[in-house]
């Protein structure tokens, strides 16, 4: 039993990490190599090659760069917001009829994302921010919005009320003891949603391909998926621009390891 | 008095945000259901038309088929093969860490690489996927390219991407049950059969009941991988619904229709929510 468990076990690594290794060996793999058959299960002539083309004619950079400031400043500007309604949710959500928040806080998750999409469009053409980096940035903190406010009520939650009172009977303002009381006690937990919000915006595509197109505001994955089109059997370039735009996710994701499943489910399962 | 005051004035930025970047739209895409809408000329308002149009619009119904089809099996495996995953790894042993960070992998990795990782394992050229099928079989297949195959293959990729999520959600809910109706069990010598069917599904039914739920809405809606891996074809045989939608909105720059058939999907998927979560509460 012991030895059927541990082959089981064998058998899903290797079936979830194949897949990735094969990315990884394709994209160090010379255009001739791509095509040998049987197909070579490590590189023979490991090069470079097709991450150094991708940054000097295929604007990688430039789609990286976006999807940093993007991603990054979306998480920032939810985090910040969103921490305020949190705060509010968790202290005081038994006098604001706590069915009812809840209910507005989780509606949007159910609407399909092809519903709110021709609207911004529209919008967003004519506010002249289609294809510039600000539209994308507010579309996606709004995005982010529920999300931060429910996972920060739960981080919130689990600090005692009495600590704060304490601080308050001592003469401090509620203000000062969220500043010195709360905000450290529930800083690694603000890390933690924040790494969230980065990983769901900085993967997200449906509304970057619409609401972006050229390198000027376009993300990492609109250009991955614009490069598939252009390099045909360029099959080493393309799996280059899959490596690059899934490492600084996968690390991202070890680090808010702990924090995973409240994170997916938004609170609902700890 | 004064508290309320406070809690609302903390909540108005977030509240007015979502405010404008979901309801104003939702209530847009309403408005504009009931247009003819084209690029580059004024909206006209056309009633009921486009709902009529879609009533009897056979690709559209045969992309609700492929969308339900693509849900209903990936949801269904990825429920199955996480419960397997998390049992299998709800006990401690060497490496636990380890072995859990890798196969939650797949999930994080953005839903456009995954294309590119399934592209290159299904291409008939240079791909393994390809290369093995065709040492089994003797035959060489393009899977993306073959009107049965195709929506399998994709279903196959969502399989790998997602039945992560339902393995972690579920060891957490396994993990956090509480252990005494487990140990009176073993001192009344319960079957482990048993066991896992008397008490832990009943026990794992909330957490099931949110698992099932986020990734079906998810599937529901599922779009980066089909754009990435076939556009929806050969023929029509991957189209999914917001594929389609996405299609009609903006190559064929009909606003009105393409809102239409949102409008549609979002009121089909609110339905089937509050079908999955009244189910089971019902059996409870």
Known sequence: ?270 | MRTKCLAWTLIAPTALFVLAMTVLPLGYSLVTSFEEFRLGRPPVFTGLQNFHKLLQDTNFHSSLVTTLIFSVVATGVEFVLGLALALLLKEEFPFHGVIRSSLIIPMVIAPVVVGIIWRLLYNADVGLFSFVMQALTGESVSVLSSTVLALPALILVDIWEWTPFMFLILLAGIQSLPQEPFEAARVDGASSWNVFVHLTLPMLRPVILVAVLIRALDAFTVFDQVFVLTQGGPGTATEVATLMIYKTAFRFSQFGYGAAMAVALGVLVACFSTAVTRAFRGSV
């Open chain 1, 1 to 270: 039993m012991p030895r059927l468990r541990f082959m089981l076990i064998l058998l899903a690594l290797v079936i979830t990490l194949l897949p990735v290794y094969w990315m990884v060996n394709t994209s160090l793999k010379t255009q001739v190599e791509v095509f040998t058959s049987p197909p070579t299960l490590w590189p023979e002539n490991p090069t470079l090659r097709n991450y150094t083309g991708l940054f000097t004619h295929r604007h990688l950079g430039k789609y990286l760069l976006n999807s940093i400031v993007i991603a990054g400043s979306a998480a920032l500007l939810s985090l910040a917001i969103g921490s305020l309604a949190a705060y509010a949710l968790a202290r005081f959500g038994k006098d604001l009829g706590q069915q009812r928040l809840n209910f507005w806080v989780l509606a949007p998750r159910m609407i399909p994302p092809v519903a709110l999409v021709v609207p911004l469009f529209l919008i967003l053409q004519k506010i002249g921010l289609i294809n510039k980096q600000l539209g994308l940035i507010l579309v996606y903190t709004a995005f982010n919005l529920p999300f931060v406010a429910w996972m920060m009520r739960s981080f919130f939650q689990e600090i005692p009320v009495d600590l704060e009172e304490a601080a308050m009977v001592d003469g401090a303002s509620r203000l000062r003891s969220f500043r010195d009381i709360v905000l450290p006690l529930v800083s690694p937990g603000m890390a933690a949603t924040a790494i969230f919000s980065l990983i769901i915006t900085y993967n997200e595509f449906f509304f970057a391909l619409i609401l972006t197109s050229t390198p000027a505001a376009a993300t990492l994955p609109v250009g991955t998926a614009a490069l598939i089109g252009k390099t045909q059997t360029l099959y080493g370039e393309m799996a280059a621009a899959g490596v690059v735009a899934a490492v600084p996710l996968v690390i991202f994701a070890l680090l808010v390891q702990r924090h995973l499943v409240r994170g997916l489910t938004m609170g609902a399962v700890k």
